[in-house]
């Protein structure tokens, strides 16, 4: 093939046309050697069992589901949880023949053992045809679960069993969280209790202890204050009022003991005398400003008559009942005296009374003054101790709430109502190996073959400078072609690809240039 040129799609067809036994005889032998190929492998055949997924029969919005992990993702762990040597040996012991290694036999499930999801239509995007990725609840309803064995009965029984063994896992799967998941919240909400409890004691002893000094008790306390400065105020004055009376009932008492001892200690009937005489004479100038019954009038009037009546006595009677009359007179006071001295006593304990209220009033004073200072500090300990209980309080009940829907849950699950999987279709008994496929290898062999025709074509049309065109012979010579002289001669003179012919042909051309000159 002459490379310094662009080939044309007849070129590409003549070259089709001269190499096509090279290409057809290994597509055709190719795929016959692929047939026979197949039959030196042992065949395998692959069992298979639908596992459907249904979904719980109590609405989601009423009764939350405990497991939410993807189906897709749980499909697989519970595939690796099957795999697992402590849970196959147990098959292992009862399908395995006399002599089979278990350890090698449970190797061999494991690379054999295949899952696969069965996607549904919403997967799929529905009508409209965009594919979504697999997600939580019915887009992935079930699974396929596939075994490939040399016999057709091995592949049944294995895959038989493993997917009893996928079932049972997710039974215990199911049931263990859920079990689980109750136990933890009641574990956590018997903690959250005995913390709340802690808290509502220090705080129920927090109240005892700064009672009146909380909070809510600052107002109060600023009332209380206030209304007692002003009993206080009001006491002051009481017990200043009480010591000035005190004082001026004393000075009377004072008084009038003096006159009474005076007039007592006189026995002498001149000094009587003259006494009835002052008091005679006080009496006119006391009727001439009152009338007989002012006070002072009848005052004086029963002093002139105490007066007389001891002159009486004493001009009637002996020295000794005269002694002895003074000494009654003068053990008994007058009724003006007592009631000084009932009054002196009366402000005296007006005064006790007062100063003790006095006293008691400032200590309550200081008590709520020192609990009106305290009340920032107090209310900022009570709002953490608080918020400490109230954030308690409100996990407490969280966790109440969340175990009586994991005990709902739990129910639910031990009466078969929540998601559950069900064998759909059992393993099945393979009619025909799945390995190896004789139709796939008859067409790998016919692509090796076609790929081995077209290589060989390929090959021999660039080993080939033979020159079969004009196109070939400008490309060859380098020169423009002036003349084309059709080919005349015989047919069997050439060879297969004319070659002969065109050399000839080229020869009397080269000598028909020199004639002309070129």
Same mark, same amino acid.
């Given at each position: 093939?002459?490379?310094?040129?662009?080939?044309?799609?007849?070129?590409?067809?003549?070259?089709?046309?001269?190499?096509?036994?090279?290409?057809?005889?290994?597509?055709?032998?190719?795929?016959? +050697?692929?047939?026979?190929?197949? $039959?030196? $492998?042992?065949?395998?055949?692959?069992?298979?069992?639908?596992?459907?997924?249904?979904?719980?029969?109590?609405?989601?919005?009423?009764? *939350?589901?405990?497991?939410?992990?993807?189906?897709? =993702?749980?499909?697989?762990?519970?595939?690796? *949880?099957?795999?697992?040597?402590?849970?196959?040996?147990?098959?292992?012991? !009862?399908?395995?023949?006399?002599?089979?290694?278990?350890?090698?036999?449970?190797?061999?499930?494991?690379?054999?053992? =295949?899952?696969?999801?069965?996607? =549904?239509?919403?997967?799929?995007?529905?009508?409209?045809?965009?594919?979504?990725?697999?997600?939580?609840?019915?887009?992935?309803?079930?699974?396929?679960?596939?075994?490939?064995?040399?016999?057709?009965?091995?592949?049944?029984q294995i895959c038989d069993g493993l997917t009893s063994l996928m079932l049972t896992e997710n039974d215990k799967f199911i049931a263990g969280t859920s079990q689980s998941t109750t136990d933890f919240l009641s574990k956590q909400l018997e903690d959250a209790k005995h913390n709340l409890d802690d808290l509502d004691a220090k705080l129920a002893d927090f109240k005892k202890r700064y009672v009146g000094q909380l909070p809510g008790d600052e107002e109060s306390n600023l009332k209380i204050l206030t209304g007692l400065n002003s009993q206080l105020d009001a006491n002051t004055q009481t017990l200043n009022r009480a010591q000035q009376d005190k004082a001026y009932t004393e000075s009377l008492l004072a008084q009038q003991l003096a006159a009474w001892k005076s007039l007592q200690s006189?026995?002498?009937?001149?000094?009587? *005398?003259?006494?009835? #005489?002052?008091?005679?004479?006080?009496?006119?100038?006391?009727?001439?400003?009152?009338?007989?019954?002012?006070?002072?009038?009848?005052?004086?009037?029963?002093?002139?008559?105490?007066?007389?009546?001891?002159?009486?006595?004493?001009?009637?009677?002996?020295? /000794?009942?005269?002694?002895?009359?003074?000494?009654?007179?003068?053990?008994?006071?007058?009724?003006?005296?007592?009631?000084?001295?009932?009054?002196?006593?009366?402000?005296?304990?007006?005064?006790?009374?007062?100063?003790?209220?006095?006293?008691?009033?400032?200590?309550?004073?200081?008590?709520?003054?020192?609990?009106?200072?305290?009340?920032?500090?107090?209310?900022?300990?009570?709002?953490?101790?608080?918020?400490?209980?109230?954030? +308690?309080?409100?996990?407490?009940?969280?966790?109440?709430?969340?175990?009586?829907?994991? #005990?709902?849950?739990?129910?639910?699950?031990?009466?078969?109502?929540? #998601?559950?999987?069900?064998?759909?279709?059992?393993?099945?008994?393979?009619?025909?190996?799945?390995?190896?496929?004789?139709?796939? $290898?008859?067409?790998?062999?016919?692509?090796?073959?076609?790929?081995?025709?077209?290589?060989?074509?390929?090959?021999?049309?660039?080993?080939?400078?033979?020159?079969?065109?004009?196109?070939?012979? #400008?490309?060859?010579?380098?020169?423009?072609?002036?003349? =084309?002289?059709?080919?005349?001669?015989?047919?069997?003179?050439?060879?297969?690809?004319?070659? !002969?012919?065109?050399?000839?042909?080229?020869?009397?051309?080269?000598?028909?240039? /020199?004639?002309?000159?070129?």
């Amino acid at each position: 093939m002459i490379g310094n040129r662009e080939l044309t799609m007849d070129d590409y067809l003549a070259m089709l046309r001269r190499r096509a036994k090279v290409i057809l005889i290994p597509a055709l032998l190719a795929p016959l +050697a692929g047939w026979l190929i197949s $039959f030196v $492998f042992t065949p395998k055949y692959t069992s298979q069992s639908l596992v459907l997924i249904e979904g719980q029969q109590v609405p989601e919005n009423m009764v *939350q589901p405990l497991v939410d992990q993807d189906l897709t =993702s749980r499909v697989v762990t519970l595939q690796q *949880q099957v795999l697992r040597q402590s849970t196959l040996l147990p098959m292992v012991e !009862r399908i395995r023949k006399p002599g089979q290694d278990a350890n090698a036999l449970i190797d061999t499930i494991r690379a054999n053992m =295949s899952v696969e999801p069965v996607e =549904s239509d919403l997967s799929q995007g529905g009508s409209s045809g965009k594919k979504r990725p697999p997600s939580k609840g019915s887009v992935v309803p079930g699974f396929y679960v596939q075994y490939t064995a040399s016999s057709a009965g091995e592949a049944q029984q294995i895959c038989d069993g493993l997917t009893s063994l996928m079932l049972t896992e997710n039974d215990k799967f199911i049931a263990g969280t859920s079990q689980s998941t109750t136990d933890f919240l009641s574990k956590q909400l018997e903690d959250a209790k005995h913390n709340l409890d802690d808290l509502d004691a220090k705080l129920a002893d927090f109240k005892k202890r700064y009672v009146g000094q909380l909070p809510g008790d600052e107002e109060s306390n600023l009332k209380i204050l206030t209304g007692l400065n002003s009993q206080l105020d009001a006491n002051t004055q009481t017990l200043n009022r009480a010591q000035q009376d005190k004082a001026y009932t004393e000075s009377l008492l004072a008084q009038q003991l003096a006159a009474w001892k005076s007039l007592q200690s006189a026995t002498n009937p001149q000094t009587l *005398q003259k006494e009835l #005489e002052a008091l005679q004479s006080q009496l006119l100038q006391l009727q001439a400003r009152y009338t007989g019954d002012h006070p002072d009038v009848i005052k004086a009037k029963a002093d002139i008559a105490e007066v007389k009546k001891k002159l009486a006595e004493i001009n009637n009677g002996s020295p /000794e009942t005269a002694d002895t009359s003074v000494d009654k007179a003068s053990a008994t006071e007058p009724p003006e005296i007592r009631q000084l001295r009932l009054q002196v006593h009366q402000y005296g304990d007006m005064m006790a009374a007062a100063t003790r209220d006095q006293k008691r009033l400032q200590q309550e004073i200081a008590l709520y003054q020192g609990r009106v200072s305290l009340s920032p500090e107090v209310e900022e300990q009570y709002k953490l101790l608080a918020r400490d209980y109230d954030n +308690a309080q409100r996990n407490y009940q969280d966790l109440l709430a969340n175990k009586g829907k994991a #005990e709902i849950t739990h129910r639910m699950e031990l009466e078969q109502k929540g #998601e559950h999987m069900r064998m759909m279709e059992p393993a099945n008994l393979p009619d025909s190996p799945s390995f190896p496929a004789r139709l796939i $290898f008859a067409a790998g062999g016919l692509a090796a073959g076609l790929a081995l025709g077209v290589g060989l074509a390929m090959w021999l049309e660039l080993r080939d400078t033979s020159i079969r065109t004009e196109a070939d012979a #400008e490309a060859a010579l380098e020169l423009p072609l002036l003349v =084309s002289v059709p080919w005349v001669g015989d047919a069997t003179a050439q060879n297969g690809n004319g070659k !002969r012919r065109f050399w000839t042909r080229k020869k009397k051309l080269d000598e028909h240039h /020199e004639t002309i000159g070129v």
